[in-house]
């Protein structure tokens, strides 16, 4: 059965496949694999081809549909859905109403062409972000899989017991970024402090240097280099109210089991940011 809205639509189909890493969960692989799967099917909509011919910009071109697309396509459906080890492939249908892609299209470059926050600084780009709806248990079984740290493993552990209430769903903005310089992962001084003074509290032995101890802080350890890192990301309301905005550093991470601490030009990571229960939209950027 149609939507309501079909009459008015033009229905469009698109497919993908993601091949997801080590610090990626299949649900975000998943995730993944089907919102590529979205905006490829948008971006060969004829209506969205011939209205954005005067973007040149290919960098442009592709925050332009990781913008559009999440709010333009509607009544997604999946028709074929393929897995192999850590390959997944999604092919979906879904709707579009052709005045709101052009209005859409429209308001994303008005406001490019005045804003001040970028996707790309010269220190980072922003490369794609997407929601994830996830249990609070999925999510900390995520992160308890990968720490190295026995504190974060008691920490996540206690809150996996705690939070048990039925149903509850966390929104979690994945955001994957690129490094365009290198960059050596640091522990600020006060979390040296805090490590040092934990360490002290168990009877553990303290080591001597920075370059020993940064290595059992794990996600503590953050990219700090120059204020170009920091990735924003501003909520909004349904009325398209802003609510807040955070920022973050990015975290050195373990990958097959190694703190990766050093990052280089090309390198890419992901990071996240917890959704507040009010927020409709948001938009994922890095300061001048």
């Not at 897995?83 to 859409?104: H, L, M, W």
């Not at 929601?131 to 552990?157: G, M, S």
């Not at 398209?240 to 990052?263: H, R």
Request: negative net charge.
């Amino acid at each position: 059965m149609l939507p309501a809205f079909a009459w008015s639509a033009d229905q469009i189909q698109g497919n993908a496949c993601y091949t997801y890493g080590d610090y990626e969960s299949l649900v975000q692989g998943d995730q993944v694999a089907k919102t590529l799967a979205i905006r490829n099917a948008l971006e060969s909509y004829n209506v969205f081809i011939s209205s954005t011919t005067q973007v040149k910009d290919l960098q442009l071109s592709s925050d332009l549909i990781r913008s559009v697309s999440a709010g333009v396509v509607k009544e997604v459906k999946v028709l074929k859905r393929r897995e192999s080890g850590r390959k997944i492939c999604y092919t979906i249908q879904g709707f579009v109403n052709p005045d709101g892609v052009k209005t859409a299209i429209q308001e994303y470059l008005k406001d490019k062409n005045s804003d001040v926050r970028l996707q790309e600084n010269g220190w980072l780009r922003i490369v794609d972000d997407f929601l994830l709806k996830e249990t609070p248990q999925e999510y900390y079984h995520f992160v308890l899989d990968r720490a190295k740290d026995r504190n974060i493993i008691e920490y996540y552990k206690k809150m996996i017991e705690e939070e048990t209430e039925e149903g509850k769903i966390h929104r979690t903005l994945y955001v994957k970024i690129e490094f365009l310089e290198p960059c050596k992962a640091t522990p600020l001084k006060w979390e040296f402090e805090y490590e040092i003074n934990e360490k002290l509290k168990r009877g553990d032995e303290i080591k001597s240097s920075a370059e020993e101890l940064e290595p059992s802080l794990g996600i503590l350890s953050k990219f700090r280099c120059n204020y170009r890192l920091k990735v924003f990301v501003t909520f909004y309301s349904k009325n398209g109210v802003e609510i807040e905005t955070e920022d973050t550093l990015p975290s050195a991470q373990f990958v097959n089991d190694v703190l990766k601490n050093v990052m280089v030009p090309g390198e890419r990571m992901w990071i996240l940011f917890f959704i507040p229960d009010n927020a409709e939209s948001w938009k994922v950027w890095v300061p001048k």
